[in-house]
Structure formats: structure tokens, C-alpha cells
């Protein structure tokens, strides 16, 4: 059974506190591995895929990593709007466009 | 914008009322998909549709079932709602393999 487990469950950084975010998973054949921003009371918004490992994917003041057992989100010089939980998900191989694994998420706070 | 629009934002039902949350999109993707999340939870993939073909994850309840008229719009019915179906709904567009849009949810509460 495919599983992802994040973690911390809630950071709480200073603005401008550079942290990262872990996500490990155990899936059966990675076919992506996915990072989301869910803002309270809307649905998750895309930010990376990863497929293999060694690859790096950046937006702004984020940073996705891959090895084979884990990402990391590393978070550079965070501002207050950076506040939201970050979700982890992976899709195993298994053909098709299958629905993605999702971690429970870190609650991230960013303080001024 | 293309997006994902999910209808209503909020439902309330009663225990054992029959309820229907719709999903609509402007994307042209050919997959969608329900998930249900659960206060603090992960997002949990109920079922999808790839083209007109229905996938069933092996645990989803049969309470729950699912209708995807046209390309454009996808509906989740809960036949018999309990207490513990009370969660946020979300469904996802994708466009074969490609990472899945969001819509911002339905919320559902039971009385």
C-alpha cells in the first residue's frame, strides 16, 4: 500500500526563517511526486511535480527536491503570505491516469 | 480563467437525506476526480473517471456513487449520508497524467 507521512504537522517560522519541509513515501513504482498549497477553505493549488530522482524544481522563495524515500520543500526568506499547509502526494505506477496518495500535510505559519 | 467550479460551496443535509455535489469545468480535461478530506486530514481519493470510463477505489463506500454525463461536468451523490460523511469534497480535473486542478470544494455538514 502506497503511504506518505510529512512532517513536521505545523512549523511556525519568523518571517525571513528559512526552513524545509519533509515528505517521506514507500509507493510501489513512482510515476510523480507532487506538491500542493491548500489555503483554508479552498482546494489545493499545484505547485511542483518531481519524477525521478536527483531532479530540483523552483518557484519564488520554494525549492522541491527528490531523493528515492523522500522531498523536500525548502522554504528561502518567508513572507507572511507563504502561510498555508503544504501537501505532499505521490501517484504510483499502475497505468492510467490514476488518482494521487496525499500526506496530511505541515501547517505552515509565517510570523512578521 | 479556465478553472474547476464545484456547486454549492456549503451543504447541509440530514442524516440519511439524500444529497448531490456537482463539479463543472472549463479545462477540456478528459479525467476527473472526487476526493474527500476530513478536518486536518490527507484528501482521499473516492473514484474517477478517465473519459467515460468509472475507476472505484477498492475502500469507497457504496453509499457513494458517482455520474459523469458529459466532459464538463461530474456528480457525486451520497445515498444515505451518516455523521462521519461529514467533510470537504473536493474534485480535480486532469489532463491524462498531468497534475490535477482543484476546485475550492464543497463542504458538507449533517444534521
Known amino acids: 500500500e502506497d503511504q506518505v507521512t510529512q512532517s513536521p504537522e505545523a512549523l511556525r517560522l519568523q518571517e525571513g526563517e528559512s526552513s524545509s519541509l519533509n515528505c517521506s513515501y514507500t509507493v510501489s513504482g513512482l510515476r510523480g511526486l507532487f506538491w500542493y498549497r491548500q489555503d483554508p477553505g479552498k482546494g489545493p493549488e499545484f505547485l511542483f511535480t518531481?519524477?525521478?530522482a536527483g531532479e530540483e524544481k523552483e518557484k519564488e522563495r520554494l525549492k522541491a527536491t527528490l531523493t528515492k524515500k523522500e522531498s523536500f520543500l525548502h522554504i528561502t526568506a518567508p513572507k507572511p503570505e507563504d502561510s498555508a499547509t503544504y501537501l505532499c502526494?505521490?501517484?504510483?505506477?499502475?497505468?492510467?491516469?490514476?488518482?494521487?496518495?496525499f500526506g496530511k500535510g505541515t501547517h505552515l505559519i509565517i510570523q512578521p | 480563467d479556465a478553472m474547476v467550479i464545484q456547486n454549492p460551496r456549503y451543504q447541509v443535509t440530514q442524516f440519511g437525506k439524500p444529497v448531490t455535489l456537482s463539479c463543472s469545468q472549463t479545462l477540456n480535461h478528459n479525467v476527473m476526480y472526487w476526493y474527500q478530506q476530513k478536518s486536518s486530514q490527507a484528501p482521499k481519493l473516492l473514484f474517477h473517471y478517465y473519459d467515460k470510463d468509472f475507476n472505484n477505489e477498492a475502500d469507497t463506500p457504496d453509499n457513494f456513487q458517482s455520474r459523469r454525463p458529459n466532459t464538463s461536468f461530474c456528480f457525486l451523490d451520497i445515498r444515505s449520508p451518516g455523521l462521519g460523511d461529514a467533510a470537504m469534497y473536493l474534485c480535480?480535473?486532469?489532463?491524462?497524467?498531468?497534475?490535477?486542478?482543484f476546485g475550492d470544494g464543497t463542504r458538507l455538514s449533517i444534521l
Open positions: 518531481l519524477y525521478s
Open positions: 480535480a480535473t486532469s489532463k491524462g497524467t498531468q497534475p490535477q486542478h
Open positions: 502526494a505521490v501517484r504510483a505506477s499502475g497505468g492510467g491516469a490514476d488518482g494521487l496518495t
